[in-house]
């Protein structure tokens, strides 16, 4: 296999040692260079995918791109062949996204966008979510093709995943239509490398009540906004107890049950006014086999038994719900093979389910059966002065050298 050729190759130190310092992490020059190109979601993401697009050259690895309508912004996926040319089944992918989110306004002691060492810590925006991981995962790539790979592994560089997953959606569907079919999918998000086999489904809606205004020595004569939205909350909190005391449990979740509130309501504008608006915002947090269409389902039927008195008394009277948000849940189960290697590549027995949501539900939904396990923990992200511990860095080079030995010949 060629060594890398162009002046802009990174030398990368031999991945059988272990990391004590930060300068000897294997992938440590790979976290700096994608560090130091910065990718915040709202601009381009080109110019790193250029930069990883003439790495993987240099080893003869191809990738393609699955471009935003604007194509400013891409997704990248690349396949290092099996020794028998399969690069089509039974692979495994290592994915993670390349946008990071804004250091607008945040007070930080470095440059962000410089990969800085500060005693046993990395800091910059993206070194734990999540640029590490796929830095460590591509460092990866000379030992995997010295040694031979018994089946394929595929590197999936989303974009725009910080602003909904939304880049992700076009290289599933692009690698779906391929006919490419993965045994499975880990990204590496910040679980400090504990293995996260599922998270939770969430979606949220806004309610609309309108009623009818009165003088409010007149209530007969009105409809009172707040208080139908207020028996509809009620209702909300009654199906949050009821989901608590008697709905589905998951105790590997820090709550073990789907949970339902409302975060937000406004209405009326006077105490002597009978008030004509009220909203309020809800959401559901489910696990994944429960039905978030059925409590949505539920709570508009318990509503809308309030309209014929609200029309008696004035017809343009209503309760709407609109859809605000909305991500799948996904549950991998512990037994499926892409877990089973994971678990084998981790140095911890410790498997969790996490409530904050990724692309792996829609790897998931498209058939990819996908875990989650990367460096850095979920609270050092999106803050000023992100970092992550070298010891958790040194994991991951553990966890990729580990899948080294169960992917490769030799
Ligand atoms: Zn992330």
């Given at each position: 296999?060629?060594?890398?050729?162009?002046?802009?190759?990174?030398?990368?130190?031999?991945?059988?040692?272990?990391?004590?310092?930060?300068?000897?992490?294997?992938?440590?020059?790979?976290?700096?260079?994608?560090?130091g190109?910065?990718t915040?979601?709202?601009?381009?993401?080109?110019?790193?995918?250029?930069?990883?697009?003439?790495?993987?050259?240099?080893?003869?690895?191809?990738?393609?791109?699955?471009?935003?309508?604007?194509?400013?912004?891409?997704?990248?996926?690349?396949?290092l062949?099996?020794?028998?040319?399969?690069?089509?089944?039974?692979?495994?992918?290592?994915?993670?996204?390349?946008?990071?989110?804004?250091?607008?306004?945040?007070?930080?002691?470095?440059?962000?966008?410089?990969?800085?060492?500060?005693?046993?810590?990395?800091?910059?925006?993206?070194?734990t979510?999540?640029?590490?991981?796929?830095?460590?995962?591509?460092?990866?790539?000379?030992?995997?093709?010295?040694?031979?790979?018994?089946?394929?592994?595929?590197?999936?560089?989303?974009?725009?995943?910080?602003?909904?997953?939304?880049?992700?959606?076009?290289?599933?569907?692009?690698?779906?239509?391929?006919?490419?079919?993965?045994?499975?999918?880990?990204?590496?998000?910040?679980t400090?490398?504990?293995?996260?086999?599922?998270?939770?489904?969430?979606?949220?809606?806004?309610?609309?009540?309108?009623?009818?205004?009165?003088?409010?020595?007149?209530?007969?004569?009105?409809?009172?906004a707040?208080?139908?939205?207020?028996?509809?909350?009620?209702?909300?909190?009654?199906?949050?107890?009821?989901?608590?005391?008697?709905?589905?449990?998951?105790?590997?979740?820090?709550?073990?049950?789907?949970?339902?509130?409302?975060?937000?309501?406004?209405?009326?504008?006077?105490?002597?006014?009978?008030?004509?608006?009220?909203?309020?915002?809800?959401?559901?947090?489910?696990?994944?086999?429960?039905?978030?269409?059925?409590?949505?389902?539920?709570?508009?039927?318990?509503?809308?038994?309030?309209?014929?008195?609200?029309?008696?008394?004035?017809?343009?009277?209503?309760?709407?719900?609109?859809?605000?948000?909305?991500?799948p849940g996904?549950?991998?189960?512990?037994g499926?093979?892409?877990?089973?290697?994971?678990?084998?590549?981790?140095?911890g027995?410790?498997?969790?389910?996490?409530?904050?949501?990724?692309?792996?539900?829609?790897?998931?939904?498209?058939?990819?059966?996908?875990?989650?396990?990367?460096?850095?923990?979920?609270?050092?992200?999106h803050?000023?002065?992100?970092?992550?511990?070298?010891?958790?860095?040194?994991?991951?080079?553990?966890?990729?050298?580990?899948?080294?030995?169960?992917?490769?010949?030799v």
């Amino acid at each position: 296999m060629n060594a890398p050729a162009t002046a802009d190759a990174v030398r990368l130190a031999d991945p059988s040692t272990p990391a004590r310092s930060a300068d000897e992490l294997f992938a440590w020059p790979i976290i700096r260079r994608l560090v130091g190109i910065p990718t915040v979601s709202r601009d381009s993401n080109l110019a790193l995918l250029d930069w990883v697009r003439g790495y993987l050259a240099d080893f003869e690895v191809t990738s393609t791109l699955t471009f935003n309508d604007e194509r400013t912004k891409a997704n990248l996926w690349a396949t290092l062949p099996a020794r028998d040319g399969n690069t089509t089944t039974g692979g495994v992918v290592l994915s993670g996204h390349t946008d990071v989110v804004p250091v607008d306004g945040q007070p930080w002691d470095t440059d962000p966008f410089e990969a800085t060492i500060r005693g046993d810590r990395i800091h910059g925006r993206g070194v734990t979510d999540m640029k590490s991981f796929s830095a460590t995962g591509l460092a990866m790539v000379p030992e995997l093709l010295r040694r031979g790979l018994g089946r394929p592994v595929h590197f999936a560089l989303s974009y725009d995943e910080e602003v909904g997953c939304i880049g992700v959606r076009r290289l599933i569907a692009d690698v779906s239509a391929k006919g490419i079919t993965p045994m499975g999918c880990i990204i590496g998000e910040p679980t400090g490398m504990r293995l996260v086999l599922a998270h939770k489904g969430k979606r949220s809606w806004r309610a609309r009540v309108r009623g009818h205004e009165a003088h409010s020595s007149l209530t007969p004569r009105g409809v009172n906004a707040v208080q139908i939205a207020c028996e509809i909350v009620s209702y909300i909190g009654r199906r949050a107890q009821a989901f608590r005391e008697e709905g589905a449990r998951d105790e590997a979740y820090d709550v073990p049950f789907t949970t339902a509130h409302v975060g937000v309501i406004h209405g009326g504008t006077a105490v002597n006014i009978v008030p004509r608006d009220c909203w309020f915002d809800f959401e559901l947090r489910h696990l994944p086999f429960d039905d978030p269409e059925a409590f949505a389902a539920d709570v508009e039927r318990f509503a809308h038994g309030f309209l014929a008195d609200m029309h008696a008394v004035a017809p343009d009277t209503f309760i709407a719900f609109d859809l605000l948000s909305t991500l799948p849940g996904m549950d991998t189960h512990g037994g499926s093979d892409i877990a089973k290697l994971a678990h084998a590549c981790n140095d911890g027995d410790d498997v969790g389910k996490v409530s904050f949501g990724t692309e792996a539900s829609l790897f998931h939904g498209a058939g990819i059966a996908t875990v989650i396990c990367g460096p850095g923990h979920i609270e050092q992200a999106h803050q000023p002065n992100e970092w992550v511990s070298v010891d958790q860095l040194a994991r991951c080079e553990s966890f990729m050298r580990r899948l080294a030995d169960r992917v490769c010949i030799v």
